[in-house]
């Protein structure tokens, strides 16, 4: 893990060292008695006293240019044959850990191969996979504390599983069942749970990074010794409130970690249309934000990152941003046809040739932890455990109508009282054409 904080040490210096002097800057007094002495300056050697940014002078017109320095270096442990390039590097997790990882990451794999196909039979509305990025969310997730606090994306069921979510509790959130812990107000796959430390996943791009924020500030103020992690794709950054949310979490000197799943494609836009810079990554020292850029399908680089970032971000109340490298290799969505943007072929090479389940698997391989026969017995155990959970969300009853109307105000207002009422009546008298024998009384 050496390099992972060698990396982000050599961006801290830079960082720190532009926020000392900007900080200063902020501090000096305004009034008359204290005001500053303006130098005058006759040459070039002498250091400019503007306050919002630290640098020196130059006597020749010059632009900086986007491609003044070289990509940012991408962070890995294993290489794509599962082998520990570094030493240094092997965060030498036991073997339980380890075990742990490959079954979260294929149980999650599992799971999203039979609620796929539920929805294409019209049994659910909507589902995302988690197809090629499941590396992303348990390295991450294993890097955290529990009372972490979680705010998700879209495509981070991974660290909700790897937190304890049970199966049946996935299949009630999408199919909106009376067990499900949002009373089936939610579209599917927007998850939740406050026993879990996640918050509840909401669908506009990127609202919830300024949110993450401000939560990370409460926990600075309150000395609480916890962190943020607040996950969102390449797509999302994209968005003003990512904006927001660096700038205020830099200048609030907040304990968070921003971690980036850049997938290569947002929802449908690949990254040569998304942007013209160096990633995600490269935005991070503009904002003051200690920047790292991993290799995602390498789960032990994303472990070894996000748990040295967790460590300092809290330590140190600072920001830090995770760009993991990864590829969606399933469609955005169930309403997304990638064929009509990528190749067939080019999507093979990813499952077949650098899949995070693929590369972890040949690591337990070579050190004699796994074989043929666990596999083939581990697959059709979870695929069983999935199944139970299915049939069982299959059977079970629909929340109670009038949770249409609860859970917002403290006291129902008279606007709501009277719509309950008016559907009250509606269903009295139209009952028969309602399916409400499917839902609870």
């Given at each position: 893990m050496a390099a992972a904080v060698m990396v982000i040490r050599q961006l801290g210096?830079?960082?720190r060292t532009v926020r000392g002097s900007v900080a200063a800057g902020a501090r000096r007094p305004l009034s008359?008695?204290?005001?500053?002495?303006?130098?005058?300056?006759?040459?070039?050697?002498?250091?400019?006293?503007?306050?919002?940014a630290s640098a020196d002078f130059v006597d020749r017109l010059e632009f900086i240019q986007p491609n003044v320095i070289s990509g940012i270096p991408i962070y890995r442990v294993m290489d794509r044959q599962g082998q520990i390039m570094n030493p240094d590097e092997d965060p030498k997790l036991p073997k339980e850990m380890v075990l742990k990882f490959y079954q979260k990451m294929t149980l999650l794999n599992t799971m999203d191969r039979i609620l796929y196909e539920s929805q294409r039979q019209g049994r659910i509305s909507f589902y995302m996979t988690n197809y090629g990025e499941e590396g992303t969310h348990i390295g991450s997730a294993a890097a955290l504390e529990a009372d972490d606090l979680v705010f998700g994306q879209y495509r981070e069921a991974g660290?909700?599983?790897?937190?304890?979510?049970?199966?049946?509790l996935f299949m009630a959130q999408c199919y909106a069942s009376a067990s499900d812990v949002g009373k089936g107000r939610q579209m599917p796959v927007h998850y939740g749970s406050k026993d879990l430390h996640f918050v509840t996943i909401s669908s506009p791009l990127a609202t919830q990074i300024p949110q993450a924020v401000g939560a990370a500030y409460a926990y600075k103020v309150s000395q609480a010794d916890r962190a943020v992690i607040c996950y969102f794709g390449e797509g999302a950054a994209s968005e003003g409130d990512a904006h927001a949310g660096f700038n205020f979490s830099a200048t609030l000197e907040c304990p968070i970690l921003f971690f980036c799943r850049n997938n290569g494609y947002a929802i449908s836009t690949p990254t040569h249309e998304q942007y013209r810079g160096d990633g995600i990554a490269a935005r991070g020292p503009g904002y003051g934000i200690i920047s790292i850029r991993v290799d995602g399908n390498d789960v032990f680089a994303v472990y070894n990152a996000t748990k040295e970032a967790r460590r300092r971000a809290v330590a140190e109340n600072q920001p830090f941003l995770i760009e993991?490298?990864?590829?969606?290799?399933?469609?955005?969505?169930?309403?997304?046809?990638?064929?009509?943007y990528?190749?067939?072929?080019?999507?093979?090479?990813?499952d077949k040739q650098d899949h995070p389940i693929s590369r972890l698997r040949l690591y337990m391989v070579n050190k004699g932890w796994w074989d043929e026969e666990q596999e083939k017995a581990w697959?059709?155990?979870?695929?069983?455990?999935?199944m139970?959970?299915?049939?069982?969300?299959?059977?079970?009853?629909?929340?109670?109508?009038?949770?249409?109307?609860?859970?917002?105000y403290e006291e129902m207002p008279v606007m709501l009282q009277k719509q309950q009422e008016a559907l009250q009546r509606h269903l009295k008298m139209y009952g028969e054409h309602y399916p409400m024998d499917h839902y609870e009384k």
């Open positions: 210096r830079g960082w008359a008695s204290h005001a500053v002495h303006q130098q005058q300056f006759t040459s070039l050697d002498e250091k400019p006293q503007f306050p919002g660290v909700l599983m790897y937190r304890g979510l049970s199966l049946e993991a490298m990864t590829y969606r290799i399933g469609h955005h969505s169930t309403s997304d046809d990638s064929s009509a990528r190749s067939v072929d080019e999507v093979n090479y990813w697959r059709k155990q979870s695929r069983k455990r999935v139970e959970a299915f049939e069982e969300a299959e059977r079970e009853l629909k929340p109670k109508v009038d949770y249409l109307f609860s859970d917002v």
